[in-house]
């Protein structure tokens, strides 16, 4: 079977024995091309203009290479994936098809029933529904949009137009433009001049809409002197069979405004995970990504803040754990393009079981961005000598009056501090388990509360077994 | 003036080049497979896009250059002048012209006891059972990339030194490397051998004509540093603004209980693109890497260092300084790599760079692979402009700023320069530095 596998890789269904019943309303052919393309749009009932658009970003997608550089992409076969798939409204799978593993996971993770069943794309209806629809109205009472993309671009058209492929252009690299060509779902945020959403808004709170999908194209607009901070996908394992997961997100922060996206992705190790994420933020305007990167078999993203206007600043945070079998190849992007501009960037990287962790980065400085200023931290902790530690930054500096500095180390866990924390009597499993927990500490505390809690018994599952 | 061979490289100069130096077989063979493989690869942009795409080569085609054909009445270097002045602080010296060998001499002690100072051309000559199994001779060499190739087919001149087992050279060998010839390009090839628990300093100083169309070097240094060896390497360069370094490496291999100390100084060139190599490949190994580079005008600087740990218990301290002024650009990365295995390792990377007018760019690119657990590895990169405290400081004690600048960047490049064996050329670098802060 696995020779036979284009991928190479252990799908889920054949390691776990599961049969994916196939009980799609409807379902492309395998495969891209023009048709296909036609027939999502088609399909979806969108405007001419995104009909051509996904039209333009497929041609460029066919001629474009794949990347050379970071993980290797080459057993990615894009013709033997489907590129759409209509659910029968969440009801494809029942409980007992999802793998014990999976379930185990959710139990020691502490997650409700319900949240358990929406995770592993069972479940029709997460049943805090209710608070949701509390929330929404107050939402919608401030006028803000939080809708899933597809009914975004029904429903508000002229802004999605507006912004659609603006920070994000299809030519900005071969996955993107994949993206723009079969987009489906994603979450679609408009925050009016002034307002201040105080609630993370969460992914799972659009419970009618579709689930986070494998090519999902997310938008948030912030207007001047707005507020909103996204929280996109959760600590749980996302179970899927998907075995390519390539999404979009296009941020819009304008003058004073502040936007903060935290992701926790946990994909299923046999997922390459190629996201494109960016932001531009304007004048006085604050874009911050958290960003954790658990899961998948592969993952290259790059989360960006382009800095166009004086004062901007971008922070980025970024923990990334591998474990056997997983090249995690995340990093960070700040392009300083105006005057009195800030960065900072905190990676923490941990690499066991023959995993490969890293970081690779870009901070660049162009003519006329004077007294901006960018400071760039990677730690890298290796805990066995068969793991494998990469940081791979650049620094690309234009203007004298700039301040840019990086640095980087990578160590094992100290005996001292074992030693320490032994001689105190803990266990020499919990003992490892705090050190990492405190080495990740300085992005996990930035996690709202129940995703920090979570964050750290996901740490502690995957660190079983790492001592003796 | 010397004048330049027409018609470009070709296979044919490379047979006529073996011929004229009565080369061994062995030798014509290698420079044969070069060219092949010269005449199949593509330019290093198509190869290795990651590591070239930083400075662009344009239209330049290596093809077209021509060797230069003699020495008589090539103008000599200034450096030739200070270097002769300081006899007395060297245990040897050798000459390199246009691409052939005008002059050596080494102490009559070094002499009696095996020491070997000599142009490569004649080593191949006269010690091939020292020579044939070391010099470029890793499987990848010719294929690395273009211009290894071109250099393996076409090296012309350098020196050739080796040491005994247990022989100490007391004061720095110096070898100069001059190129007069307009429009021709040269691939000196430095072979350094130091035998178990010896120790030698060589110094290579490289410079050539401050004007006329453009020439190309594309040269090679390999040391080999041989259990428990100490060698210092210090390479100073000083192109005129027409010469265009391609492709060209300082390779160490360090064994056991060895340790390397490499210092690299550019200055001049209109471009330069050059890679450090220290691979550390037995246990207890160390190495040192110091760099200063300063573009001015137009210049191009691109430098790759990379620290290869292989063994366990190596370390490797790399400190790279660099200044940009004008228009010009430098490009630093480094790279270290601790392969399985290496435990123990001790490996430090730090850059910093300084950027003195509006204009000028500096890329840093510090990069760890690192696939052991147990080591300590850091890497620090820092950029920024004239501290203006600093400038404010010496000009609240009546120092004009121009001068304050200079003596800022001085100190900045204090610690490296320090360590360049040779009071003369240590004040001469200087006056060079002040020069290019005008």
Redesign the interface.
């Known amino acids: 079977m696995a020779a036979t596998n284009p991928l190479g890789v252990e799908l889920d269904h054949y390691k776990w024995g599961f049969r994916d019943p196939e009980k799609y309303v409807f379902k492309a052919r395998k495969g891209l091309d023009r048709e296909i393309v036609e027939m999502i749009s088609s399909m979806k009932g969108e405007p001419e203009w995104m009909r051509a658009y996904r039209l333009h970003s497929f041609e460029h997608f066919t001629r474009r290479p794949l990347p050379t550089w970071g993980a290797d992409l080459t057993r990615i076969d894009f013709n033997d994936i489907y590129y759409y798939l209509k659910p029968t409204d969440g009801k494809g799978h029942t409980w007992e098809d999802v793998p014990e593993g999976i379930k185990r996971t959710f139990d020691r993770l502490g997650i409700p029933e319900a949240e358990k069943k929406y995770l592993a794309g069972v479940g029709a209806q997460y049943e805090s529904e209710s608070v949701y629809h509390n929330l929404k109205e107050e939402w919608e009472g401030l006028g803000v949009i939080f809708l899933d993309t597809d009914s975004a671009l029904r429903e508000h058209p002229d802004i999605v137009r507006e912004y659609f492929g603006t920070v994000v252009p299809p030519e900005d690299n071969k996955l993107a433009a994949l993206n723009t060509a079969v987009w489906s779902g994603g979450s679609f945020i408009y925050v009016p001049a002034g307002v201040r959403v105080e609630i993370p808004l969460q992914a799972y709170f659009r419970i009618n809409a579709e689930k986070a999908g494998q090519f999902e194209r997310t938008m948030i607009i912030c207007e001047p002197g707005s507020y909103v901070h996204y929280v996109e996908g959760c600590t749980a394992p996302i179970y899927t069979t998907d075995l390519l997961h390539s999404a979009v997100v296009e941020i819009v922060v304008k003058e004073g405004a502040r936007c903060r996206y935290t992701t926790i992705q946990n994909w299923s190790t046999n997922t390459y995970n190629l996201v494109t994420k960016r932001a531009v933020a304007y004048r006085d305007a604050t874009m911050e990504w958290v960003d954790g990167n658990i899961g998948s078999k592969v993952t290259m993203k790059y989360p960006s803040v382009y800095m166009v206007e004086p004062g901007a600043r971008a922070e980025i945070l970024s923990v990334v754990f591998a474990g056997k079998g997983q090249h995690q190849d995340p990093g960070a992007k700040v392009v300083h393009a105006a005057p009195d501009t800030q960065s900072s960037v905190v990676s923490k990287s941990i690499a066991r079981e023959g995993g490969r962790a890293g970081y690779r980065g870009l901070v660049k400085v162009y003519p006329g961005a004077v007294r901006s200023k960018s400071a760039v931290r990677c730690d890298a902790l290796i805990l066995d000598d068969h793991s494998r530690s990469d940081t791979y930054p650049y620094m690309e500096i234009e203007e004298m009056d700039a301040s840019v500095v990086h640095e980087a180390t990578v160590s094992k866990v100290s005996d001292d501090q074992l030693f320490y924390l032994m001689s105190r009597g803990v266990s020499a499993g919990e003992a490892m388990n705090m050190i990492v927990r405190g080495f990740i500490e300085p992005v996990v505390k930035e996690l709202p509360l129940e995703y920090a809690v979570e964050m750290n018994r996901l740490i502690a599952l995957e660190m079983e077994g790492s001592v003796g | 003036m010397a004048r330049g061979s027409p018609g470009g490289l070709t296979r044919a100069t490379i047979e006529a080049q073996s011929a004229r130096m009565r080369e061994p077989d062995w030798v014509h063979a290698r420079r044969m497979a070069a060219w092949d493989a010269y005449e199949r690869l593509p330019m290093p942009a198509v190869t290795h896009?990651?590591t070239w795409r930083r400075t662009d080569l344009g239209t330049m085609d290596p093809g077209e250059f021509c060797l230069p054909s003699g020495t008589e009445g090539a103008s000599r270097p200034r450096f030739i002048g200070t270097i002769a002045r300081e006899a007395e602080q060297r245990s040897g010296l050798i000459t390199h012209l246009d691409g052939g060998m005008a002059g050596s001499e080494l102490e009559a002690s070094a002499v009696q006891q095996g020491v070997l100072f000599l142009d490569l051309a004649t080593a191949v000559r006269d010690h091939p059972d020292l020579v044939r199994d070391v010099l470029m001779a890793t499987d990848s060499w010719p294929g690395e990339h273009r211009f290894r190739s071109l250099h393996a087919a076409l090296w012309t001149g350098g020196t050739f030194v080796y040491v005994p087992r247990g022989v100490e050279v007391s004061l720095p060998l110096v070898s100069q490397v001059w190129l007069g010839a307009r429009g021709c390009a040269i691939f000196p090839h430095t072979l350094l051998v130091a035998e178990e628990e010896s120790r030698v300093t060589l110094v290579e100083l490289f410079a050539s004509a401050t004007d006329g169309p453009r020439t190309l070097c594309s040269g090679a240094v390999e040391l080999f540093v041989r259990t428990g060896a100490q060698v210092q390497y210090a390479a100073v360069q000083e192109w005129g603004p027409a010469m265009w370094e391609v492709g060209s490496l300082i390779r160490g291999h360090v064994d056991r209980g060895a340790s390397l100390r490499s210092l690299v100084v550019v200055l001049g060139g209109g471009l330069v693109k050059v890679d450090v190599e220290s691979h550390l490949l037995g246990a207890g190994a160390s190495s040192e890497m110091l760099g200063v580079y300063f573009g001015t005008g137009a210049q191009r600087v691109d430098l790759h260092a990379l620290q290869d740990h292989r063994a366990p218990g190596a370390s490797s301290d790399l400190l790279y300084r660099g200044a940009v002024k004008d228009s010009a650009r430098s490009v630093f990365s480094g790279l270290i790599r601790v392969e399985?295995?290496a435990?123990k390792t001790n490996a430090f990377q730090v850059n910093r760079?300084l950027?003195?007018?509006?204009?000028?760019?500096?890329?840093?690119?510090?990069?760890?692979?690192?696939?052991?657990?147990?080591?300590?590895?850091?890497?620090?990169?820092?950029?920024?402009?004239l501290d203006d405290e600093q400038v404010f400081y010496l000009m609240s004690r009546g120092i004009p700023r121009k001068r304050a600048a200079f003596m800022i960047v001085e100190g900045f490049f204090a610690d490296v320069f320090d360590r360049i064996p040779g009071a003369r050329v240590r004040s001469y670098l200087r006056a060079r530095v002040a020069e290019k802060m005008i």
């Open positions: 896009p990651q399985p295995g435990q760079n950027i003195l007018s509006r204009g000028a760019r500096s890329d840093s690119i510090p990069m760890l692979e690192i696939m052991a657990d147990d080591l300590r590895c850091t890497h620090g990169s820092a950029t920024s402009h």
